[in-house]
């Protein structure tokens, strides 16, 4: 872990980097592509691209001029008085003071204005005969009031020819030539900018939330915050912000561009970051999950669920219950009883209902009659059906009560318990046939096996010449004694596995059982140079198990540990205790390799091919599973490379160990 | 000494008439429970080995008729495994039983058991005494004045250990001793994990008072629980021995 974060701490920072550089070029895109657009429309607006230069150099002009003609005016009414009480009387009264201030504007606003009311009468001239560079005309409403009544103002302006370097027109003017050569220019520039933009931007978008050597895409931390909050809190950004640049717009005052320029460079990595975590949310499905909507609904969803299982469940299942629990002809005449009710408080509001009840009455009776009598086949079949799950194969159902359908399916309820009982029967004489064939089997073989091993035996006393036949007799002794452990074993099998074995369970104390089985083994272990390591954790573990089948099955476990345990090792033989069951763990190091699965050595007459010919019939591990199971228990087989494990369970039993 | 084997395999007959004879006894043959009791009529019998499932008349109903006129020991051969059979057996009259397919030298070991039992107890039983010093579970004696332990009458030696444990359980039969309780009360100490060697030397006990020390008949185990020396009815000839 620590290593590969190391590794990966390099990779990260320059995917970071190029992440990072991406998000500026697209930042600084964004903004250059933003700027020649709006530059272009308005350029445009001003006829940079229909008209001649001096035409659109008069355009500006005019639009400058009357923009500023009209604020000088404004401004200067606006000092004379307070435009809020500015009314009809009071435009006529100031109108006098207007001149001295007109005057005093010309030395910001290089214009000269001569103003006029509507009937042409000249209210105020700042014009002394200047040299003009530029005239034209224009008006402003200063007051427009409820009785239809308006003050309006006629604005002849001129501008004054000037110096060079003196003015803003002058300026202006370099300013037009400048921008009027390259107006193609800012086509492109908007145009290329705008492009590499919305390359840059599906570059970020497709990289938003991936990181280096991970295949999928992850949140971060800003990815975490609900979608909808986040949207909201764009959307109250992105408000003030139109709004300060309508302002902006309107009134062009440099208080109010420093920040509105500020705000747009935050704004447009902002908006980037926006796209990039709805991209990232996107990709990881969380875009409508992760929102506070959704978490509310879900609470809402929980709360109605809680309900529901808690306490709309229980009543309605109380309810379904009590009337599960009614004998269908009892729902059968409540539904009729209902629905009778019903058509009966109809029939009350017909006017002539005399004869109309008579017939309704009549046809309800006949109706209810037979309903409740089909109704009680019903549940005479269902007590039938009932009968026959219950493994009641004897219950027949009364097949000349029944009429039609009923009937028919009566007959094949009837002859479904029939089948059902044959093959019960049948089942039952072929596992009693199989018992006695082994059985009897067995006590076949078993003959002519006696007749064998005392003849081999007797053959044994003979005095031979040969030394081979001495040791062709020695084989023979040995496989018949093989054939009858066999053979035992095969015939205990099929007893355990078919549970035909008579169980005297009685109070047995593990430990004793443990220190008694040990006891039996010690000369075999130490004869097969192995030493038993007995570890009692919990003494006083009582079970409840007959002594004698649990002998054999640990008989059967210890002489497997015996026969295949690798010599010069430890047998470790452990007792726990835990959640009333008492486990017996038997561990030991196999002598060949256990190349097969574990099950496999449980299978009959499955084993390990290394020791498919050494002693034994290859039962015994199958033998001592059937009996711990008919005994209640569990019996386990584990192979970790050469450790062979085998562990019983048992449930413990509650009494007090008996003496 | 006189012993009738009855079995209907002729060739196990003609086995055991073999190993019978050459040990010094003389054998009878029968081929079915009828024909058992003819010679049972006729010849005087010291033992009979007897097969379960035979024709004509098996041998639980042969028995059951034997035992109406005498006590001669029975040893039932049997193919039937089940301890049900061999406690039916026994209950019915017979001494002793060997499960078939057996080995040779077990059976003579029980046809030898059997017949020192029935001379010593049917004709001498009194040269053994009524002492109350003596002790005796089914074949197995013990005389704790001359510390001499036979078993059928043949002296068997033990370690003063296995004397002393023999001794107590013998006191004691048909009691289960936990093999705790037992060190406490022979050895006289606190165990402390030395359960083991109580089994242990109750295994070699076994060895040496049982036939079949896999299959004991007096000195049993009692899994889980401890160890016991089966109780008997008081010996009598003829009796069930163990159950």
């Keep these: 872990m620590k290593e590969s974060v190391s590794r990966k701490h390099p990779v990260l920072s320059t995917y970071g980097m190029v992440k990072g550089l991406c998000l500026f070029l697209g930042c600084l895109l964004l903004i250059v592509a933003l700027f020649s657009i709006t530059s272009v429309i308005l350029l445009a607006e001003f006829g940079f691209y229909t008209g001649t230069f001096e035409a659109t150099q008069k355009e500006v002009y005019t639009h400058m001029g009357k923009t500023m003609a009209e604020q000088t005016l404004r401004e200067s009414y606006e000092k004379v008085c307070d435009p809020s009480d500015l009314t009809f009387q009071d435009i006529e009264l100031y109108d006098r003071r207007i001149n ?21 009468f000249i209210i105020s001239s700042t014009y002394r005969g200047e040299a003009v560079q530029y005239e034209g005309e224009t008006s402003i409403v200063l007051y427009e009031g409820p009785d239809n009544k308006r003050v309006e103002r006629f604005i002849h302006f001129i501008i004054p020819a000037e110096k060079e370097g003196a003015g803003i027109f002058y300026v202006l003017d370099l300013w037009l030539a400048q921008v009027y050569g390259q107006r193609f220019a800012l086509i492109a520039i908007g145009f290329i900018s705008f492009v590499l933009f919305c390359i840059l931007f599906a570059v970020l978008l497709r990289i938003a939330g991936h990181h280096p050597d991970e295949k999928e895409a992850r949140l971060s931390v800003f990815d975490h915050m609900p979608t909808d909050v986040m949207i909201a809190l764009y959307a109250v950004f992105t408000y003030f912000l139109i709004r300060l640049l309508l302002r902006v717009f309107e009134s062009w005052d440099p208080v109010l561009i420093v920040p509105a320029a500020l705000l747009i460079l935050v704004f447009s990595p902002l908006i980037l970051l926006f796209c990039m975590s709805f991209a990232t949310r996107c990709k990881c499905r969380v875009l409508l999950k992760n929102t506070l909507l959704f978490y509310f609904l879900k609470g809402i969803w929980r709360v109605l669920c809680w309900i529901w299982t808690h306490a709309l469940c229980p009543v309605g299942r109380t309810f379904h219950q009590v009337i599960a629990g009614l004998p269908i002809v009892w729902k059968t005449a409540m539904i009729l009883f209902v629905i009778s009710f019903g058509e009966f408080m109809a029939l009350w509001f017909v006017p002539t209902r005399t004869k109309l009840l ?106 031979f010449e040969s030394e081979a ?50 006891g039996e083994y010690e000369d075999r272990m130490e004869k097969a140079n192995l030493s038993p390591v007995l570890h009692i954790a919990s003494p006083s573990c009582v079970i409840l198990a007959d002594g004698q089948l649990l002998w054999r099955v640990f008989d059967n476990l210890l002489s497997n540990v015996v026969k295949y345990a690798a010599p010069g090792t430890r047998v470790y033989l452990d007792l726990t205790q835990q959640n009333g069951r008492a486990t017996l763990l038997f561990r030991n190091i196999s002598k060949e390799e256990l190349n097969i699965p574990a099950q496999d050595l449980l299978e009959r007459f499955v084993r390990g091919d290394r020791s498919r010919h050494t002693e034994g019939s290859g039962l015994g591990l199958s033998i001592a599973q059937s009996l711990t199971e008919l005994m209640g228990g569990e019996l386990s087989l584990d192979i970790d490379g050469d450790l062979f494990k085998v562990s019983l369970t048992f449930p413990l039993h509650d009494a007090e160990p008996s003496a | 000494m006189n012993i009738l084997i009855c079995d209907d395999e002729r060739d196990i007959v003609a086995a055991l008439e073999i190993y019978l004879r050459t040990e010094g006894y003389t054998t009878f043959c029968a081929y079915n429970g009828r024909e058992a009791l003819d010679i049972l009529a006729r010849e005087e019998v010291h033992l009979l080995l007897m097969d379960i499932m035979m024709p004509v008349m098996d041998g639980i109903s042969a028995m059951t008729e034997l035992r109406k006129t005498s006590n001669v020991p029975v040893i039932l051969l049997t193919a039937k495994s089940e301890e049900t059979d061999m406690v039916l057996g026994l209950n019915l009259g017979a001494d002793d039983y060997v499960t078939k397919p057996f080995r040779p030298v077990e059976l003579l070991a029980r046809v030898r058991s059997q017949l ?17 010093t003596l002790l005796q579970v089914g074949n197995i004696c013990m005389n704790d004045k001359k510390k001499v332990v036979s078993v059928d009458g043949e002296p068997v030696s033990l370690t003063p250990t296995e004397y002393d444990i023999l001794r107590f359980l013998m006191q004691h039969p048909g009691e289960v001793f936990s093999p705790k309780e037992l060190y406490r009360r022979v050895w006289g100490d606190n165990p402390f994990g030395a359960e083991n060697t109580v089994a242990v030397h109750i295994r070699h006990l076994r060895e040496k008072l049982e036939i079949t020390p896999s299959e004991p008949r007096f000195l049993k185990v009692v899994w889980g629980q401890g160890y016991k020396m089966e109780q008997t009815a008081t010996p009598k000839k003829g009796d069930a021995s163990a159950q």
């Design chain 2, 116 to 132: 020192r039992r029935f001379t010593r107890l049917g004709g001498t039983a009194s040269d053994i005494g009524s002492d109350d």
């Design chain 1, 358 to 463: 008579l017939y309704w009455l009549i046809e309800s009776i006949v109706f209810a009659v037979a309903l409740l009598f089909f109704a009680l086949l019903m549940h005479r079949l269902k007590a039938g059906g009932e009968a026959l799950v219950k493994g009641d194969l004897n219950h027949k159902i009364d097949e000349k009560q029944m009429v039609g359908d009923f009937r028919t399916h009566a007959r094949h309820l009837n002859n479904i318990s029939q089948g059902i009982s044959h093959a019960v029967e049948e089942r039952m004489r072929s596992e009693h046939f199989r018992t006695e064939l082994i059985s009897n089997v067995s006590h076949d073989i078993k003959t002519p096996l006696t007749t064998i091993i005392s003849y081999i035996n007797l053959l044994q006393q003979e005095k």
């Design chain 1, 100 to 120: 001295a201030e007109l005057l005093r504007q010309f030395s910001t606003k290089n214009v000269l204005l001569t103003v006029s009311d509507s009937g042409g």
């Design chain 1, 469 to 518: 036949a001495k040791k062709y007799l020695d084989t023979l002794d040995r496989q018949s004694i093989r054939l009858k452990k066999l053979m035992e074993d095969l015939l205990e099998v099929s007893k355990a596995s078919t549970g035909n074995l008579a169980i005297l369970p009685a109070a047995c104390e593990l430990d004793v059982f443990l220190s008694q089985a040990l």
